[in-house]
């Protein structure tokens, strides 16, 4: 009986590991153990941890690790604050293998917490290229972990070049995909204000909608408020209904929240509505359906790719991130926005299989399951 | 002027590192920030602040963090810890660079700490291998960390090959060799016991005599025990005066120190004499001056390299880490210990440059005032 | 020259010590040390260490220690980090005495980190009796302080009845009145929503205008949603112009912020306006020309005794506090709430001294600066 | 079924709580709940938590949080990082009631995680009078606790004085009297060292023997090291057996054991034989038959007391503390100590029920069985 215990520290990881833990739970001779902490623990991140029950899973340990601040100060003492407690409920779990997903500055303390235990370390969604501290992040753990379950051939390469040993890596494809998979259907299925609340000066439609998801930037801090202003223009000026997501927990969201409050209070943008979240089954399909979606989040870049929905990615946050046909980059720019929007308008749709092909979950389960665990490696060269 | 904060939490790094703070002390245009935790602040580990203090170094920031415990929750909990604080410190001193040293466990706060406030990192020491979790620590800083300052050619290769920039790989020796430098003379100007205390059953003299420092190693707990003992038999065999140094901090530590006290106590070994601790300088010269070094500590492959010093080296905690003519390996056995010991004593010496050649400290200090400063960087492919 | 350091946790807790630091400040024999942690640090929470500053105080230490879940969990984690950081702060800073001030559930941290570090801890209100964990917290605090600094006579009594010595009480009066005394003016000279912005529906007038701030009661947890509705739908139907402070961080001021967006978002009262904060001065302006205060803060029973302001407090939050004439207890509900305005409306304004003078800040800066200063104590009894 | 559950830091205070412990995991409608943490769980300080173990109890969660230094900081610091953990571990244990023991620094974490969570809290034997942080750390507990059980009629009305409710306060007696009394026999059946080695220079018999302990105390820092080289001096004269246990980790126990290994190694004391730990059901028949005990452990006063056995009671820290005929004070001076061996030699042994009958242990379970459980209070006056 393998026991796989899976640390989840955000909503967006929840989703990106959901399939995973599904495949996991049904496979016989596997125990999952799920440890749930920081921002997936909160109201004003959405409290993904009630998702997690509702979807049927158990939580073995809960974890408040989030220090308040929003900036960098509150980040790291989030991660120290973390490690202390996660190494006891591994203690106690006693897991033969942690997971750890992606890149979020908290997820280190995972890593730590399991090799420092001398327990192998799974990393999912490594070898990627991206321009923020995730960067240092998502290479530091790497380095800590003894599997690499990575999303496409190319980060395979770049983990392997970092010196891991082929034999510890393992394309899955990005397990997000899984997710966006099950979200094509020939219709939108609900309107979103109506299930979701949120707020805004006027009611909008989903007909003919865009989507916007604007993140701060770890190392631009001081100019995300500009920044956002840039996004809140341009999709003011275009005038259709618009979605708006507020910012998850990064140090700096304060400045984009503060942001969009005042542009919000100051210039009545009737055209666009705020969500401060909505759970990513639907919030996939409210994708798909949309004419496309703009902003900086990494959904752009990766389900929106299998989506086949234009992305126009705004700044520098996902730089260096491999990308299929439906990106167009800009800069922090009203018009470059507008412009990019424009164009994409009349192009047709194309999905890719970059970032998967609707299976990683079940890959991944796999790959926990059979593969060799070690917590002892050198670098191979 | 620019502002540089060196972060010391052992007592064996402000050996590394105490040259280049005295360079960097020196120069006109730098300013020495100083920031000392962990075990560097205890009595029980040779309270190296004192030392500090004492050769005219003002201290800004002491921070308590060790965790007692001994096994791998402590060490988490202590990593913790310090991150928690030495944020707080890093956010109140404003440096411009941040200096972090080697591979110990609790060093990977200090390159978070850093990192997540976007503080340019320096990391002295990275790109060598070992067998240990110093290895996942070590290129784990290497990969939070903007500029590397490591001790061999062969270690800068190893840097880049793993994704970073030439451009921020100096080549500057290792700073250990430094010390070591200074402490060849034609001969020992002290006894060790006169100065230092330390207990046995019999006074032994300072001729013709061994040096041994054997720290458990973190992956294979459960046997330092027996791997400890098997150094003491083999040194009580021998019967040849021998100052053997308490092993440090680490995790297990506590089982390869009750297998000396347990040892101690039963066989009465006469000709072995205890120590907690010797400063660097006297125990350099005391190195130089030995027949050889026995056990598992670095300084057998580095310091003694220089100084031509015979290493018997046992056991895997050293595997990896690159040799020069000095040292012989060998296996957790009292007979292939005694072999290598008595092959070793008809062997002309030979000193090697391989860990550097002297200058270390001011190199990196020249580096630390020149270095162009960036906290943001990618992958190179 | 006797330092004396001032720990300040939340923007309440600076209007009170702010005269008592200023007198300090302008004092030759005496230097004063600030350091600001938990929610004094917080632009949630109005972020007093700016307005600290503003007033002219340098801060030696500014410590983040929040841990976010406005539930139990995170408010003893609050604590315990609070003093994880503050015994540093204060090994660093090695004040003669430490300030802590009132009840708020971190400030036990403080006292904590004095009392253990064998540095005399003065203790700025106690002997109060309210209904909440605020009670244990404020008695802890005494039996850990060895200087008490009391708002009136009663509380003196009290405190020396638990088994303080005499010598150690002092009845300075409360220094949250010295503010209030300078806010008595002929007439309100600002219009707050100018200067404060703040968010609703219509724009009010300062005229004929009330005053709401309803905290959440930690004890009674689950309910303060639906207290909280009581008070809105009171003060919604009374139409009156109403300025309403937002609710700060305690465990469960989540519950309540939700309970005022739901009301809002769904009744939308036009006569109600919100701000996040309003610095306490002019607070204290707005509140003397007020018809009076409806909530269950403490300012309405402390500085609205001395102002003469009509307190209607609601619910448990205040019980134990010793009253003046201004108050009338009401449950929670909408129509005693409503009743209770409609009774005081036509009685005559009574100014109170049971809190103190007007010269709190100055005393309590006396006796800092002139009591014997012990750090070790014995019951009475 | 009532879930209690008992938090244990320190070997001392498992020995206190074992009785009742006992006795509630008999009672057919309560369920144990068990949480170690601190010095409870180190190899340095006896690993208690394997005698609780080996005593046949489950632990449900065990927390490494001692924070080295042996100074106020890392005392505070052990404090706040058991207050972060345990108020985790209550958060999933869900206890109807939580029971805190006695006055050690750390447990203070206990009462605030239980307090701050609303679940109630017990005291086991607060009201009693110390000299030390004790006493600060005792009364503040009370403060925070919802029901006292007391080891005496004296102890009960100091706690009602201070403004408990007097249906809060319950007579038990002491529970270590309870273990005293089991360990009454005609004659010690074990030799200590053949069972518990220990180290000395000559080995010695347990026949007309002495036992002392001797801890640092907090608030005369810088003393202990003269102040246990005075007991040493005493001892060694007297030329009697002495069986010496070794302190505990009180910030300064640093000091003493330094103190002790100084005088071992420079006068060489064949007449006294270390143990780092005896476990108390054999410590206790050992003390029974002792010719008395000298120190200054809280041993001295409340089990010898029962047991009859003269205890020379060196210095401050017992004082206050309410005393049988078994004690002579002396002040930290060998000819005192010295004096008063003399001059009990020959005293008859008188047996006292001051801190109980033998049930306490009972008594107490039954109060937590039966008792009316609330988190809510006032001062009584």
């Known amino acids: 009986m393998r026991k796989v215990c899976v640390v989840i520290t955000a ?102 917490a399991a090799s420092y235990s001398n327990i192998p370390l799974a990393h999912i969604q490594g070898g990627e290229v991206t321009g923020n501290i995730d960067e240092k992040v998502r290479h530091a753990i790497t380095k800590l972990a003894d599997l690499h379950l990575v999303a496409s051939e190319k980060a395979a390469e770049r983990v392997i070049k970092m010196g891991e040993n082929p034999d510890s890596v393992f394309v899955t494809g990005c397990p997000s995909i899984d997710l966006a998979a099950k979200a094509i259907m020939p219709e939108l299925d609900f309107d979103p204000i109506e299930r979701y609340g949120g707020s805004g000066l006027k009611r909008i439609k989903p007909e003919d909608y865009y989507i916007v998801i604007q993140h701060p930037v770890t190392d631009e801090r001081g100019q995300s408020r500009q920044q956002v202003t840039e996004t809140l223009k341009a999709m003011h000026e275009l005038g259709k209904p618009t979605y708006w997501i507020w910012p998850n927990a990064d140090s700096g969201s304060d400045e984009t929240s503060k942001g969009i409050r005042v542009y919000r209070e100051k210039y009545k943008p009737e055209n666009i509505w705020f969500f401060r979240d909505i759970p990513s089954r639907d919030f996939l399909k409210l994708l798909y359906h949309s004419n496309g979606i703009v902003g900086n989040s990494s959904v752009a870049i990766r389900e929106c790719s299998f989506l086949g929905v234009p992305a126009i990615n705004v700044g520098s946050r996902q730089s260096g991130r491999d990308r299929a046909e439906n990106v167009t980059d800009v800069g922090y720019d009203k018009d470059e926005i507008l412009k990019a929007i424009e164009m994409r308008k009349d192009m047709p749709r194309v999905q890719s299989c970059l970032y998967g092909d609707g299976n990683a979950g079940k890959r991944i389960a796999e790959v926990l399951r059979d593969a060799e665990l070690k917590f002892s490696k050198k670098l191979t060269y």
Request: zero cysteines.
């Open 11 to 112: 909503r967006a990881s929840y989703s990106r590991i959901k399939g995973a833990m599904q495949a996991i739970k049904e496979m016989p001779d596997m125990q999952l153990q799920l440890v749930v902490a920081a921002s997936a623990m909160l109201n004003r991140y959405g409290e993904a941890y009630k998702q997690m029950q509702d979807d049927g899973f158990t939580i073995d340990r809960m974890i408040y690790s989030v220090v308040e601040g929003e900036n960098p100060v509150a980040m790291v003492k989030t991660t120290g604050l973390g490690m202390i407690e996660l190494v006891t409920a591994l203690e106690d779990l006693k897991p033969d293998v942690v997971v750890t997903i992606a890149d979020r500055y908290e997820t280190i303390a995972t890593a730590i």
